[in-house]
């Protein structure tokens, strides 16, 4: 069974960096991680659902969203399964529910989430107060 699997969200403080991972599980045979185009959404309570970075199946193009760039690193890591997002100089606007994504549709670094098959639950982070 396909899952994703996110760790790495917590309490933030402005200026501060946070490494968020998700683990790909499942995926195996003649379907593997490294068939499949990657991403990382987030949500922020009350706003709708916002794409933050993606990456090509094999690691070669990223995208990151306007309201990350050059403060955010999309990677991944095919061997081990794993995708990644470095956040740095963290803003209070960035908290939010941040997701993984995985596309059985497309290698490419796909923006929008329809083009997106399996998703994570979600890793919580929290500006602190």
């Known amino acids: 069974q396909v899952k994703l699997e996110e760790s790495g969200g917590g309490v933030i403080q402005t200026g501060e960096s946070l490494l968020l991972s998700c683990e790909a599980r499942?995926?195996?045979?003649?379907?593997?991680?490294?068939?499949?185009?990657a991403a990382w959404f987030r949500q922020a309570p009350g706003k709708e659902r916002e794409f933050v970075a993606s990456?090509?199946?094999?690691?070669?193009?990223?995208y990151h969203a306007d309201a990350v760039k050059g403060r955010f690193v999309i990677s991944r890591d095919n061997i081990k399964s794993m995708l990644y997002l470095q956040m740095n100089s963290l803003e209070p606007e960035d908290a939010a529910v941040y997701t993984c994504?995985?596309?059985?549709?497309?290698?490419?670094?796909?923006?929008?989430?329809?083009?997106?098959?399996?998703w994570g639950q979600g890793t919580q982070v929290t500006a602190s107060s």
């Open positions: 990456i090509s199946a094999d690691g070669g193009v990223k």
């Open positions: 994504a995985a596309s059985r549709q497309s290698k490419g670094a796909q923006k929008t989430a329809d083009w997106y098959d399996f």
């Open positions: 499942g995926f195996e045979g003649f379907h593997a991680f490294e068939d499949y185009g």
